[in-house]
């Protein structure tokens, strides 16, 4: 199940998500959901995860690439690369064969990206990024593309080895396990409400694609599509199985669902537009 960032974005070592929280002000539907969506991806997806040993690194441990958003496995992700030892990782990384240009990327749960030591506490669970494209730009920096591979635990961190970060890890199957034909079925319609209700105010385009059958396929759709904290986002990442994630992404999609209907459609107040100082 592959998905992809349509417009090409960057930060300091990749995209520079972070966390929204809602709005408690009187505002329109439209403003709150472009409010809340500003800094999202935008995601168009196909079929086919990588299954496991897909996305192998030959550096001896994994690379690590801490981002301030949760990558998902299928994902395809656009990143400007400027920071000198992430530079430094994908020429690394291009001296290896094309089936072992991997690194991780994991979701940062204290800190920011970019700077050293700014990552200061990361989440347990990541991704397996294989590198797709390279491109070279002005002043050593490089636009990449990477695929989402298999999910991987954290083991062991190693801060000093190289100037990035490199991790021993385990890697996560994705068993889709015995889900309910129910379970699944919620969850496909549920995911073409969510489009439907969000389709106009988040200026995605996703609104035809088809919506998995494949439980693991559907799981991970929900937890790229959904609009999400990145805390809340990771847990669906970080559930056992699929139908653990589509159990709980049910319960997040009923949530969002709900909140959008409940939002009045009225004119945002004084307080919500901005004025800009030529200071």
């Not at 301030?68 to 400027?82: D, E, N």
């Not at 190289?162 to 068993?175: E, G, I, M, N, Q």
């Not at 589509?246 to 919500?272: H, K, N, W, Y």
Request: aromatic share 8%.
């Amino acid at each position: 199940f592959k998905f992809g960032v349509i417009a090409g974005v960057g930060a300091g070592v990749g995209i520079g998500v972070g966390e929204v929280t809602r709005s408690l002000c009187t505002c329109s539907r439209d403003t709150f959901f472009r409010a809340r969506a500003v800094k999202l991806p935008n995601l168009t997806y196909g079929f086919g995860v990588p299954t496991a040993g897909s996305a192998d690194s030959n550096l001896g441990s994994l690379p690590l690439f801490p981002l301030s958003t949760v990558f998902v496995p299928g994902m395809v992700l656009p990143l400007r690369i400027f920071e000198p030892r992430y530079r430094q990782l994908i020429v690394d990384l291009k001296s290896q064969p094309q089936n072992r240009r991997c690194f991780g990327i994991v979701a940062i749960k204290d800190g920011w990206e970019v700077g050293e030591q700014a990552a200061r506490t990361l989440y347990p669970v990541g991704t397996k990024a294989q590198l797709q494209q390279v491109t070279d730009l002005p002043e050593g920096e490089y636009f990449i593309t990477v695929l989402g591979g298999p999910r991987f635990q954290l083991e062991d961190v190693d801060t000093e080895s190289r100037s990035y970060l490199t991790a021993s890890v385990t890697d996560l199957p994705d068993d889709s396990g015995a889900c309910a034909p129910e379970l699944v079925e919620t969850a496909q319609a549920l995911l073409l409400e969510y489009r439907g209700v969000t389709q106009g105010w988040l200026g995605g385009n996703d609104a035809g694609l088809p919506v998995p059958n494949n439980p693991v396929d559907l799981s991970y759709a929900i937890t790229s599509s959904v609009l999400l904290e990145v805390r809340e986002r990771q847990s669906l990442l970080q559930c056992s199985d699929a139908c653990s994630r589509l159990e709980l992404g049910i319960d997040f999609m009923r949530r969002e669902i709900t909140l959008a209907e409940q939002l009045p459609s009225v004119p945002a107040p004084q307080m919500m537009q901005v004025t800009h100082s030529t200071n």
